[in-house]
């Protein structure tokens, strides 16, 4: 059943059971707390389906205009009564002007099974801001025609 | 998020009159200003101990973590009306007020000494007396004495949390399965009517009204059982009270427990609970943490 432990084939099943080669096995999307799988099967909101309140991740926002960042989770039996006790388990410290409760089987995740896919095996610093380091100066310098003297407010090589 | 408001205080509003210089107050107004400062900083002081208590019992982690750090809010509220003591009516300073005093000398009600007993009955007494306190504190904000007038508007900015998680909570258990109903019901039965109590004027409140340094306290206990019944009946209960045929107005249908409290008499639970919480203190008096 998706995202039941039990029932659900370890990696090295799925490796091996298939004949296609590993790297064209489906993506597999796991609720990110398999814990809940058996009330998400029975009713997924309902808090009564599990036996224990529903797990929210909570995301807090330091300042208007910023990002929310996740700080931590809770386990309460709706959103109203997770932003209480948000408030008091995470935004008692720092700054906080606002806060987002999440029910955390709403939340998919990648396997780490997958992680490869997010490794660089080939040079990839074009996609990098520090991968253009020179490069200006190199299109200046290089190729004549535009002597250093003339560019001003670009630094030189000797610097 | 709901939020409450206590904005309907007619009868008590801040004149165009300037503030009073409290040093400069008669040594009775003194006196009295004195006891009822004491009386809510006692409060506070206590229901804060009381439900420090829960700290690593809690019902819950979660609300373990809330309901003790909304404790360490109402000790930190006593801390700010001990200070207001210390440096203008010549009390002790905060440790001294807190730690070395015997039980006669506590002006808190009776409530907020009470045992923890279970959660129900923990969460009721916040749920009854963060109400009252809340607007306690709002009609203070009008307060002749402007540095009472100053605590009572920061005090207030945090009881807004405490309010909402009273309701969130009373609301849902009072609704949530006959176990939970009954239990909230019977800490009711049992609180409300100390609950009462909290608006138990010091002696000689009436001189402290008449200079606009204090609301009246019958005044707010009528605008307190109002809210709170109509509030409690919401959630699936039923306070000891009923609203008046003729004004709507509601009447409670006990009498105020433990009358006495804000002129020092108390039950045994104060004397176990101070020997619990001045026991550190008074080991070593003067010592640096």
């Known amino acids: ?159 | 998020m709901s939020e409450s408001s206590f904005e309907d205080h007619a009868e008590f509003q801040r004149s165009a009159e300037p503030y009073v210089d409290v040093r400069a107050l008669g040594s009775g107004t003194r006196e009295a200003l004195t006891r009822y400062v004491q009386a809510i900083a006692d409060d506070a002081m206590l229901i804060g101990h009381r439900d420090s208590e829960w700290t690593g019992l809690g019902p819950i982690l979660e609300e373990d973590i809330a309901f003790s750090s909304m404790a360490q809010d109402e000790i930190g509220h006593a801390l700010v009306l001990y200070r207001l003591l210390h440096d203008h009516l010549g009390a002790p300073d905060p440790d001294g007020q807190a730690f070395m005093r015997d039980a006669p000398h506590w002006r808190n009600a009776v409530l907020c000494e009470l045992p923890r007993d279970d959660y129900a009955f923990s969460l009721m007494r916040r749920a009854l007396y963060d109400l009252a306190v809340a607007m306690r504190y709002d009609a203070l904000r009008a307060s002749a004495w402007q540095e009472l007038a100053a605590a009572a508007a920061k005090l207030l900015q945090e009881k807004k949390y405490h309010i909402i998680h009273d309701r969130t909570f009373v609301s849902r258990l009072g609704r949530a399965t006959e176990e939970s109903r009954e239990r909230l019901q019977h800490a009711l039965d049992r609180a409300f009517p100390y609950s009462l109590a909290l608006w138990e004027p010091v002696e000689n409140e009436p001189v402290l009204v008449s200079a606009k340094i204090v609301p009246r306290s019958a005044d707010l206990a009528r605008q307190w059982l109002d809210r709170i019944c109509v509030f409690l009946v919401a959630s699936g209960l039923k306070p000891p009270a009923h609203p008046d045929d003729a004004t709507g107005a509601w009447v409670s249908e006990v009498a105020m427990s433990a009358v006495g409290a804000r002129a020092g008499k108390h039950s045994e639970q104060l004397v176990e609970l101070l020997a619990a919480m001045q026991g550190v203190y008074r080991s070593e008096v003067g010592a640096i943490w």
Request: hydrophobic share 30%.
């Open chain 1, 1 to 159: 059943m998706y995202g039941d432990p039990s029932s659900e084939p370890t990696p090295e099943d799925r490796e091996t059971s298939g004949e296609m080669p590993f790297y064209t096995r489906e993506w597999h999307f796991d609720p990110y707390h398999q814990a809940l799988s058996f009330a998400r099967e029975h009713a997924p909101l309902r808090s009564e389906a599990d036996t224990e309140w529903l797990l929210w991740e909570v995301f807090q926002q330091a300042h208007r205009g910023e990002h929310h960042t996740h700080v931590g989770s809770l386990h309460a039996p709706d959103a109203e009564l997770a932003l209480v006790l948000a408030k008091e388990n995470y935004a008692r410290r720092g700054p906080c002007v606002n806060l987002w409760v999440i029910p955390a089987n709403q939340i998919h995740a990648t396997d780490y099974d997958d992680a490869d896919v997010f490794e660089h095996t080939t040079d990839k610093s074009y996609r990098e801001p520090s991968g253009y380091h020179g490069l200006r100066k190199a299109m200046i310098k290089g190729r004549g025609g535009i002597q250093p003297e003339s560019t001003v407010g670009v630094e030189s090589e000797d610097e």
